[in-house]
């Protein structure tokens, strides 16, 4: 008797020995983000493609979609890559990430197999990177403040207190990884002086990237404008706890658009309710914060459900695909990651 067709089964593709096997492990949800005609135009040009678009996946329908891939492409929803599914796909050569972190993917299977693995963990970095700049430029300038009390209090006061731009500013990034390599790009043009905090980068980098090195507890005492973009990792979490945020100057802006278990929260708030520092929050932990929290009723802080690295998710599709072309022509992938990565990565 025939079986019945999957529910979101798309197409198995035409078995042919001329192109590579790719297998697409993309959710529903995943695969409208990363997704376009264009790109599943180009995915069919180059591979033979088999794929289905369930709302989660089981073990049976991610094993029936990974037989006999050479490749795969995986994203948000995608089930780990374990031992017993990796035996649909002796062949599997390259799991071409289309979100951020691989740790939700990958297994220790991967790393035996010697999979290349890649990530579009830098897609998302240009996002957040735009949203971190335009929160230290409304924050420095008091645009939020000052509308505020023009509008609220029917105020007209064009010289407010506090208001200044990034121009010659002296303006803190805690990390340096994709997004934070970004937001130092995007300051050199500003003029600040700009302080980083990164173990992993070298004063002669931090130069190259217009900075220079600092500890913590310099950019706390220094800063006008603090910008956390550290990995969310158990050696960062509670990184900017209570003594870091009292160090902070008043009238100091903090922005977060990493992850909220970086921060102690408490500290954050009582230091806030002192009136004195300005916040853009886009993340808290956990997410989303209770109804009753303070952080969503605070005048001095803009909380946002957690929207930084939205908006180019199509970006991410094309590079998975740029991944698993450069591999197949036997180039190196531009965005490798490997296991020793994975201890200082999100």
């Known amino acids: 008797m025939a079986k019945k067709k999957t529910a979101g089964k798309k197409t198995a593709g035409k078995k042919s020995g001329a192109k590579p096997r790719i297998a697409v492990l ?32 089981t073990p049976d329908a ?32 390259i799991l071409a990430h289309s979100a951020g972190s691989v740790k939700p993917v990958v297994s220790e299977a991967i790393w035996k197999r010697k999979v290349i693995v890649t990530s579009a963990a830098s897609c998302l970095a240009y996002p957040v990177a735009e949203m971190a700049l335009g929160c230290l430029i409304f924050g420095l300038r008091g645009i939020l403040t000052s509308a505020a009390a023009t509008q609220r209090d029917g105020g007209w006061n064009n010289n407010h207190p506090g208001t200044n731009s990034i121009y010659r500013r002296t303006i803190g990034v805690v990390g340096a990884g994709f997004v934070g390599r970004l937001v130092l790009g ?53 990184m900017i706890n209570a003594a870091f945020l009292g160090a902070l100057k008043p009238g100091c802006i903090f922005v977060n658009t990493a992850r909220g278990r970086l921060v102690d929260e408490a500290a954050l708030i009582a230091r806030l309710q002192k009136g004195d520092l300005f916040a853009f929050l886009d993340v808290t932990h956990p997410e989303p914060p209770a109804a009753d929290n303070p952080l969503r009723r605070m005048a001095n802080v ?34 490798g990651v490997t296991e020793a990565m994975l201890a200082k990565m999100a």
């Open 302 to 335: 803009v909380l946002t459900p957690h929207i930084a690295g939205a908006g180019q998710y199509l970006r991410n599709g094309f590079q998975a695909i740029s991944e698993l072309e450069r591999a197949f022509s036997g180039k190196k992938p531009k965005y």
């Open 26 to 57: 993309l959710s529903r949800g995943s695969e409208s983000r990363v997704m376009c005609p264009d790109a599943w135009a180009r995915l069919r040009k180059g591979f033979e493609v088999a794929t289905e678009t369930p709302e989660s996946w």
């Open 186 to 238: 995007h300051l050199q043009r500003f003029e600040a002086e700009v302080l980083v905090h990164d173990p992993f980068l070298s004063e002669v980098d931090a130069r190259k990237l217009g900075a220079r090195k600092a500890g913590l507890d310099e950019i706390a005492q220094r800063a006008d404008a603090v910008t956390l973009h550290a990995p969310d990792i158990d050696a960062t979490a509670g």
């Open 62 to 93: 991610a094993k029936r979609v990974l037989a006999g891939a050479d490749g795969v492409i995986t994203g948000w929803g995608t089930p780990a890559l374990t031992a017993d599914l990796l035996e649909a796909a002796p062949k599997l050569r």
